[in-house]
């Protein structure tokens, strides 16, 4: 996606250890246009999907799956790091580690709004590892429901996640693909 490309470009900076910053416009500020396009790119990659649920992991994703889950007019569920008093009941649970923050969680979505039914279209900011997006794969699967795809706004392709997904059978479908990332510079797979 072009347009994604260039506010990369122009907005985002590349810091030691192959970190990608973009919280001017992606995940902590919010340029909404931006989101708004990307949101309707992935909903003309998976319209015909079926999808009636989008699920990402707390909390950069948030941003853009809230708006994906507007064009697809479902619900948006997300992944809790956290067990907290307000999700009561029965959970489906995984252990995930972030390549962000180097740690592990163990994220969870109630059982009350994941089920068999549901198709989901699982949407995130970033793919690198490819850890959180096989933790939201699992948690589908332990539901008994159908992963129509991943729909992702930044990977990282020099990493293996996506490769490893779409090895295992998986739609991913990423917005801008860095091909590759040093301490000045960085270039998009074509």
């Known amino acids: 996606m072009k347009i994604l490309e260039e506010k990369i470009l122009t907005h985002g900076k590349v810091l030691p250890g192959h970190v990608l910053k973009v919280d001017s416009f992606l995940n902590h500020q919010i340029d909404v246009k931006l989101l708004k396009a990307m949101a309707d790119e992935l909903y003309k990659e998976y319209e015909g999907a079926g999808v009636n649920k989008i699920l990402t992991v707390e909390a950069s994703g948030i941003a853009i799956a809230t708006m994906v889950a507007d064009r697809f007019d479902c619900p948006l569920l997300f992944a809790k790091k956290h067990k907290t008093s307000n ?22 979505v109630s059982k009350s709004y994941l089920n068999e039914s549901d198709v989901v279209l699982i949407v995130d900011d970033f793919l690198a590892n490819g850890c ?3 933790g939201l794969i699992n948690l589908v699967e332990q539901a008994g429901a159908k992963v129509a795809g991943c729909g992702i706004a930044i990977e990282k392709g020099f990493q293996d996640g996506g490769a490893a ?12 693909i860095v091909e590759s990332m040093s301490d000045d510079a960085l270039t998009f797979r074509k």
Do not use: E, F, Q, W
């Open 87 to 108: 999700v009561a009941g029965d959970v489906y649970s995984v252990p995930v580690h972030s390549y962000t923050h180097n740690r592990d969680y163990n994220i969870i």
């Open 132 to 134: 959180a997006l096989r």
């Open 165 to 176: 997904l779409r090895k295992d059978g998986y739609k991913v479908s990423s917005l801008a």
